[in-house]
């Protein structure tokens, strides 16, 4: 049986705002049935902390701290928490809501597209597999996160490696369009992480942190080898493949694509209005 074939970008190291505008224009491409489904792999220069689409900045994030640590800033398109981007692969999958075998809700097709970082993981010979919150305390606590920040956060259809989450996704549909994205870590540094959000005290704060190296990990904390991104974009590149059991072939934008990205960053992702939009 032939596979279905999708486009594969590996995009490098990107602004904030070039790759929101990538995704967002990827999606209105393929709205329009101008590309195929995508897969999408990039990073961040500089290092970025990226909130949700519903999150307040002002009010928990330390904005100076971000501008004095030399970070950059951006608000997604989509929900969750706040991720720092930076010892990472980054992933986006634009596909139609109407494509075959995608279920219609939006937790099941999380659950399907994150078949393909199940692989990854697999591939690079870490026992990943999917957490379901099952008891009424933790399907509350979907609701009404404790943290801004995405990995202390639960969600369906976890990514998790000895019981601790192991990569961040969140998804929008606009359009008929599923894009979902997410951060695979390679290295976390909790410290820096922290230092940017607001606190009511600092015991807060400590607890916060305690709590996060509990339930989040870094693929090199467990891996008990250091995995590079070039090993990490080979093992998920091939995860994606067999995980969503497609044929992925590159893409390349067009000079006119690449105008219309710049001209989302520009205009959108790189404005004030929208990035403290709340």
Same mark, same amino acid.
């Given at each position: 049986?032939? +596979?279905?074939?999708?486009?594969?970008?590996?995009?490098?190291?990107?602004?904030?705002?070039?790759?929101? $505008? !990538?995704?967002? $224009?990827? &999606?209105?491409?393929?709205?329009?049935?101008?590309?195929p489904p995508i897969i999408r792999f990039y990073g961040w220069d500089p290092a970025t902390l990226s909130i949700g689409y519903f999150q307040k900045a002002e009010s928990e994030i330390d904005i100076e701290e971000v501008k004095r640590q030399g970070l950059g800033f951006v608000r997604r398109p989509t929900g969750g928490r706040?991720?720092?981007?930076?010892?990472?692969?980054?992933?986006?999958? %634009?596909?139609?809501?109407?494509?075959? @075998? !995608?279920?219609?809700?939006?937790?099941?097709?999380?659950?399907? %597209?994150?078949?393909?970082?199940? !692989?990854?993981?697999?591939?690079?010979?870490?026992?990943?597999?999917?957490?379901?919150?099952?008891?009424?305390?933790?399907? #509350? *606590? &979907?609701?009404?996160?404790?943290?801004?920040?995405?990995?202390?956060?639960?969600?369906?259809?976890?990514?998790?490696?000895? @019981?601790?989450?192991?990569?961040?996704? #969140?998804?929008?549909?606009?359009?008929?369009?599923?894009?979902?994205?997410?951060?695979?870590?390679?290295?976390?540094?909790?410290?820096?992480?922290?230092?940017?959000?607001?606190?009511?005290?600092?015991?807060?704060?400590?607890? !916060?942190?305690?709590?996060? +190296?509990?339930?989040?990990?870094?693929?090199?904390? %467990? *891996?008990?080898?250091?995995?590079?991104?070039?090993? #990490? +974009?080979? *093992?998920?590149? +091939? @995860?994606?493949?067999?995980?969503?059991?497609?044929?992925?072939?590159?893409?390349? &934008?067009?000079?006119?694509?690449?105008?219309?990205?710049? $001209?989302? $960053?520009?205009?959108?992702?790189?404005?004030?209005?929208?990035?403290?939009?709340?």
């Open positions: 049986m032939t +596979k279905e074939k999708w486009g594969f970008i590996d995009s490098g190291y990107c602004s904030p705002a070039f790759n929101m $505008a !990538m995704d967002e $224009a990827l &999606l209105n491409w393929q709205s329009k049935g101008e590309i706040a991720v720092l981007h930076e010892h990472e692969l980054t992933y986006s999958v %634009i596909v139609p809501e109407s494509y075959p @075998g !995608m279920p219609t809700t939006v937790t099941e097709a999380y659950r399907v %597209i994150s078949e393909g970082i199940l !692989m990854g993981f697999r591939n690079l010979g870490l026992d990943a597999y999917f957490a379901v919150p099952r008891t009424d305390q933790e399907k #509350a *606590a &979907l609701k009404t996160p404790r943290s801004s920040v995405c990995f202390d956060a639960p969600s369906w259809y976890e990514l998790v490696v000895e @019981g601790r989450k192991v990569a961040g996704s #969140a998804q929008t549909r606009q359009k008929g369009v599923i894009l979902q994205h997410g951060a695979i870590l390679l290295e976390l540094d909790d410290e820096k992480l922290f230092s940017v959000f607001k606190f009511s005290n600092d015991r807060v704060k400590e607890r !916060m942190q305690k709590n996060l +190296k509990n339930k989040a990990v870094a693929i090199n904390d %467990i *891996a008990g080898r250091k995995i590079t991104i070039p090993e #990490a +974009k080979d *093992a998920f590149e +091939k @995860g994606f493949a067999d995980g969503l059991s497609i044929e992925l072939e590159p893409y390349v &934008l067009t000079e006119q694509q690449l105008l219309e990205v710049k $001209a989302i $960053a520009e205009s959108k992702y790189e404005s004030d209005e929208w990035n403290f939009l709340r």
